[in-house]
């Protein structure tokens, strides 16, 4: 197979992942995916497309390269030479990467040229921006650290390690929790050949390759105060329309059955960050439980130990992780419990659920010393680097 044909072949691979991770997503959130299909068959696309005509990968980079996707990973970056690291993203985040003084990459001519192809079928644009990307690899030993694989730019990075290149390799920081998971489309990790992973159940779950892959634990150290006198709720939304009047009459229940058994209790509802998008209905949920929490995460973590309540999450296993108690309930049948909680509420157990939260209260927080949140997370992280040789 000659080069062009395989990159031909490459450009395929990489489109196909993003279709199919559409097709599957658009069974848990439709409105979100039609809305991404709609804006990607709009004509100007094709126009702002063309801009990547003249985009490069920087020419004068170094050798040796440490290329982040996005600023989820900020506090990692001066572990690196600093002229060796360099930060792929958005225009807004090119601002604030430079005025920090790293090297900044934009995305926008990688991620418009696939669009173009996974929504319009036009492959010319993305065909010679993964040409250029594979040129530029192969005179350089390359360690990409992506937050996704299932969008353009991180299919796009997790697709390039294939070229077989002994010096480049990918890895996925998971930034979220997937363990015990039956979503009907693919989580982030399984196109990337090496993954950072919370814990090792969550890392034996996303891959079958356990020497490429390793723990890093959460990005933070955390752990819960003691319990004050007011026992506090914490509802954590989940931030799906389709799914939010369900998981709004479990809450109901579920909270009205705490109110009735203790008096000493506080209610908060958290909402997910897509709700804010909302003006109305966090309004509603106002309502609904009298107080919406906006607390910093590691401030909640840090805080008095509470009962936090939700269905599979990323916070629901942080608040378990860091002493607090989790409690489960079921709003969609593609979550699966995964074993990260103390209680599980369901309509009809209510004082069953009411007597394992006593109880819960009662009992001494575990001792975090074995937990993901424990340690430095910038030595835990090198660690995991270290461990698969990505340094």
Known sequence: MSAAQDDRARLGQIVAAC?????????????????RAAHGTNPRRIAKALSGLFAFPPKNAPKRVFLFQGM?????????????????GTGPEGRRVKAMGYHFIPDFAIERSVKLSVYQGVDALAYRTLR??????????????????????????????????????????????????????????RLTEYNLVWDRQQGDWISDR????????????????????????????????????????????????????????????????????????????????GQIDRTEKLDLLNGPRSLFLGEVSSLLYEAKQTGHIAAYMSVNPNQLPTGYHDVTFEPGNEAEFVRAVRDAFAADAPDGSVRAAHGDPQQRFLEAVRSLRLD
């Not at 279709?19 to 039609?34: F, L, T």
């Not at 989820?72 to 792929?88: C, N």
């Not at 360690?143 to 997790?158: K, M, N």
């Not at 697709?159 to 990918?170: I, K």
Request: hydrophobic share 40%; aromatic share 14%; net charge negative.
């Open 132 to 189: 250029r990307w594979r040129s530029w690899i192969k005179d350089r030993d390359v360690t990409v650290f992506l937050y996704e694989d299932t969008q353009p730019v991180g299919a796009f990075f997790a697709h390039l390690e294939d070229y077989g290149t002994a010096t480049y390799r990918a890895a996925c920081l998971q930034h979220g929790h997937y363990c015990g998971f039956n979503p009907p489309y693919r989580p982030e990790g």
């Open 72 to 88: 989820r990973a900020q506090h990692l970056w001066g572990l690196f030479p600093k002229d060796q690291v360099y930060v792929i």
């Open 210 to 289: 356990p020497d490429k892959t390793a723990v890093m634990g959460l990005s933070y150290e955390a752990k819960a105060a003691p319990a004050g006198p007011t026992r506090r709720v914490v509802l954590v939304g989940l931030g799906m329309p389709d799914l939010q009047d369900k998981a709004m009459g479990l809450f109901l229940a579920a909270s009205r059955a705490l109110e009735a058994a203790f008096d000493d209790i506080e209610i908060l509802y958290r909402p997910h960050p897509f709700e804010f998008r909302s003006p109305k209905g966090i309004e509603a949920c106002a309502q609904a439980f």
């Open 19 to 35: 279709r199919d991770w559409n097709a599957q997503a658009k069974v848990y959130i439709p409105d979100e995916i039609n809305t």
